[in-house]
């Protein structure tokens, strides 16, 4: 194999971006073979706007079934991801996932199984994890140059959304179609970056407001506590509600603090540990001297065709993938752990009962 042939299943607003990328040669090793759409509409899109030679299926399983593809590109409603990344296993395929993993725990703990025994290449679409301020973090993070983390802080409130948005689409801002709101639809990258930076809480205690500023079922502002293994603490703010918003990232740690604000790093470097500076100062009141850096990161951040090419590179020449598939369950665990904590009215502990979370979210994809 020289290239990837790669099919793209859905062909909404993330799926014809895909389209699009593959088209305009920003993935060499990808040619886009063949795409699927149970709409109509998007069908004839597909053919007035894709390469004549790219078949066109009505739906999954016939391009599963049928297409001489390596691989597919997933990119449908949320529920559906979990259900057909499994299909195109069992098919013997390469699997590329958007994001969210799914909607629910259980079935993306099955859907990782299935993938694990499969040998095939499974990534997830976490594009966000290509942005170099995010990469810069996470090295520093991790380098243990700057010791345990004591405190972490999102406030991603940048998400303004209308009235006009959710009611473009019968699927949009309901429990039994979108199976959530801001924190499976707009945060599944943040809680991603969260995890993967900081690493996973466990426990977490949540307010999430449903329908709060707008005319929906799901939750529309959140405000979540979120307690480490190592004693550390967190917070999580995000809305879809207000604007101007905000986007501040900071993890305080015991020699230092990171701050993303405004697309720019900021490092403070403590010249000691806080906490050996807190038992041996004889001052009262006096913090550590510090330095601020705004260290260089660069520029780079490929986004969407950085995920995809990474994706051919690993099924062509083995090479390390961006996101490896298995890890899009962590934020919707934190995602299931906040609705959880609100519906409870209670601390929920990680991990919590898959079946639970099931039930609960059943009961109100039910609500009508």
Avoid at 19 to 34: E, H, Q, R, V, Y
Avoid at 107 to 113: D, G
Avoid at 326 to 346: F, P, Q, R, Y
Wanted: with cysteine.
């Amino acid at each position: 194999m020289t290239k990837v042939k790669l099919g793209i299943i859905g062909l909404g607003a993330m799926g014809s971006v895909h389209s699009k990328i593959i088209m305009d040669g920003l993935t060499p090793d990808i040619t886009l073979a063949a795409a699927a759409d149970t709409s109509p509409d998007r069908q004839t899109w597909a053919k007035n706007h894709l390469a004549p030679d790219i078949a066109i299926f009505n739906n999954d399983e016939e391009l599963i079934k049928n297409a001489d593809i390596d691989a597919v590109l997933i990119a449908v409603p949320h529920y559906q991801h979990p259900e057909i990344t499994i299909k195109a296993f069992n098919r013997g395929l390469h699997v590329l996932c958007e994001k969210p993993a799914g909607v629910y725990t259980k079935q993306i703990l099955q859907m990782n199984e299935i993938a694990a025994k499969s040998g095939k290449v499974f990534a997830i679409m976490y594009n966000q994890r290509t942005n170099s301020l995010y990469k810069k973090a996470h090295e520093l993070v991790k380098s243990g140059n700057y010791g345990s983390i004591m405190r972490t802080s999102w406030i991603i409130t940048n998400w303004f959304r209308s009235d006009s948005y959710y009611a473009s689409g019968g699927w949009r801002g309901s429990w039994d179609g979108e199976g959530g709101g801001v924190l499976i639809n707009q945060c599944p990258h943040q809680l991603d970056l969260f995890q993967w930076i900081c690493g996973m809480p466990k426990s977490v205690r949540a307010f999430c407001h449903f329908g709060k500023w707008h005319n929906i079922e799901v939750e529309d502002d959140v405000t979540a506590y979120l307690e480490y293994p190592n004693g550390a603490t967190g917070t999580f703010i995000t809305t879809t509600g207000e604007s101007p918003g905000t986007n501040r990232l900071e993890i305080s740690m015991e020699k230092g603090k990171l701050i993303i604000d405004n697309d720019e790093l900021t490092v403070f470097n403590l010249e000691t540990n806080i906490r050996e500076f807190c038992k041996t100062t004889k001052e009262f009141m006096v913090a550590p001297k510090f330095t601020i850096e705004k260290p260089s990161v660069g520029n780079e951040n490929p986004q969407h065709a950085g995920v995809l090419r990474s994706f051919a590179a690993k099924i062509l020449r083995n090479e390390p993938l961006i996101a490896e598939g298995s890890e899009g369950i962590n934020a919707v665990i934190l995602s299931n752990a906040m609705h959880l904590s609100t519906w409870l009215d209670k601390t929920i502990d990680i991990p919590f009962d898959d079946d639970l979370y099931l039930a609960e979210l059943n009961k109100r994809r039910k609500q009508k």
